[in-house]
């Protein structure tokens, strides 16, 4: 049997605002077995990005708990958390970003070991480094090149080597691809996915594009406005989907087919729910075509729609 390696319960992240308290995460409860790749997918403003971050705590979050192999780490020390951090890392959304302009290739991927203390020597840090940069693909020649000098694609894999370099667990990917060129999205996915075999890396991959989570994922959760509104094994989901969300988001799914041009699509219609103070019920139902009075009546909890399948929607249920 499969044991998690990330548990997550009832976890909650709120900000306060002038209008009142906005709802980012809201009582977000999943596990992941070690290993393997939870998808989370949703449109902007879903709450996935602040869900990543939240998850490493480098958001402190409101309410719930988060478990990294049985350890609760919302209620460990900064010593502790010291102590932790290596094993749990963030690949950020964009590249250039995330990368100190002043520093070459070579100082940006031993920067982590130089700032754990790692290695013992200046050679065992080069050497690391060195193999690091092959094993992400990044030519040795670029080692003194500095990011504004390369392309989408290279600085990315800086920083899954940066990410990579303290020989992590658990790594949280937060639109890793969204930033590139088709090609090169394909490549840097390809480049993740030996790197978790290779490394038994354990993934949270967040992303607005269903192509690439359905490429990676062993299973996908998606969100709206905070909530989990359906989760199932990856083939499961594109398959089989439960909630109207979901539905509308793989009917967004581009097709290269002359057909596709002239079939239907089915819009979603209606405003986006606001997240601050939001109301009990569904936070779709002002843009379900399914809604009936009981969506707006108290929260609705994730039920089983099939084996292992779960979703959040009176009528995956009762219809």
């Known amino acids: 049997m499969e044991s998690n390696l990330i548990e997550v319960n009832h976890l909650k992240k709120y900000f306060r605002t002038p209008?009142?308290?906005?709802?980012?995460?809201?009582?977000?409860?999943?596990?992941?077995?070690?290993?393997?790749?939870?998808?989370?997918?949703?449109?902007?403003?879903?709450?996935?990005?602040t869900l990543g971050r939240t998850l490493l705590c480098l958001d402190p979050l409101t309410d719930g708990e988060i478990l990294f192999k049985g350890t609760e780490l919302s209620k460990?020390?900064?010593?502790?958390?010291?102590?932790?951090?290596p094993k749990i890392q963030m690949i950020f959304q964009d590249p250039y970003a995330s990368l100190n302009g002043?520093?070459?290739?070579?100082?940006?991927?031993?920067?982590?070991?130089?700032?754990?203390?790692?290695?013992?020597?200046?050679?065992?840090?080069?050497?690391?480094?060195?193999?690091?940069?092959?094993?992400?693909?990044?030519a040795s020649r670029l080692a003194s090149a500095y990011p504004h000098e390369l392309d989408g694609g290279r600085r990315q894999r800086i920083g899954i080597?940066?990410?990579l370099i303290l020989e992590p667990e658990f790594v949280v990917c937060d639109e890793p691809v969204s930033a590139l060129d088709v090609s090169i999205q394909a490549q840097i996915l390809n480049l993740l996915m030996d790197l978790q075999e290779e490394m038994g890396l354990t993934y949270v991959f967040i992303t607005h594009d269903l192509s690439a989570v359905r490429h990676i994922s062993d299973e996908i959760m998606v969100m709206y406005l905070g909530k989990c509104v359906e989760r199932a094994e990856a083939k499961e989901m594109f398959s089989n989907p439960?909630?109207?969300?979901?539905?509308?988001?793989?009917?967004?799914?581009?097709?290269?087919?002359?057909e596709s041009c002239h079939k239907e699509r089915e819009l979603l219609q209606g405003e986006v729910t606001s997240p601050v103070n939001p109301a009990p019920g569904c936070r779709f139902a002002a843009?379900?075509?399914?809604?009936?009075?009981a969506c707006r009546q108290g929260e609705i909890p994730l039920k089983e729609a099939g084996e292992g399948h779960f979703a959040a929607c009176r009528g995956a249920h009762e219809i």
């Open 242 to 258: 439960a909630h109207p969300y979901t539905k509308a988001l793989l009917a967004a799914i581009p097709i290269p087919s002359v």
């Open 161 to 163: 080597a940066r990410a």
């Open 102 to 138: 002043r520093m070459n290739v070579r100082q940006l991927i031993a920067e982590p070991l130089l700032v754990n203390k790692t290695c013992g020597s200046r050679a065992e840090v080069d050497e690391k480094v060195s193999r690091m940069m092959d094993t992400v693909g990044l």
């Open 19 to 49: 209008a009142g308290m906005l709802h980012a995460v809201d009582d977000v409860s999943f596990s992941i077995a070690k290993g393997k790749t939870l998808g989370i997918v949703g449109e902007s403003g879903c709450g996935k990005s």
């Open 287 to 293: 843009r379900c075509p399914y809604v009936v009075d």
């Open 76 to 85: 460990l020390g900064k010593k502790e958390m010291k102590k932790i951090r």
